[in-house]
């Protein structure tokens, strides 16, 4: 049988604890804007899938964003990107 361990409250956490949770948080709040702001900005053409779909995945904490900057995103021309 396994001990349960009390989660700690914010007032509980050390500093360095603290201050890593809010830049994991700030870094996942950008990563999402980003992703979102793109899906947004860029034509349906240039997305792997649909928009719907790829809006939900951002949605997961930093597996979506990465996700779709890797996988979500055709590639264009060199050409075509001007």
């Known amino acids: 049988?396994?001990?349960k361990k009390k989660k700690k409250s914010w007032k509980e956490m050390p500093p360095l604890a603290r201050f890593g949770t809010l830049v994991a948080a700030a870094v996942q709040l950008s990563l999402l804007i980003a992703a979102q702001r793109d899906i947004s900005r860029r034509p349906a053409?240039?997305?792997r899938g649909s928009?719907?779909?790829?809006r939900a995945v951002t949605l997961i904490n930093f597996v979506g964003p990465?996700?779709?900057?890797?996988?979500?995103r055709?590639?264009?021309p060199a050409s075509a990107k001007r």
Do not use: D, T
Not at 51 to 54: R, V
Not at 66 to 72: L, R
């Open 1 to 3: 049988m396994a001990i």
């Open 66 to 72: 990465g996700s779709y900057f890797a996988f979500g």
């Open 45 to 47: 053409e240039q997305i």
């Open 74 to 76: 055709k590639n264009l």
């Open 51 to 54: 928009k719907a779909l790829w």
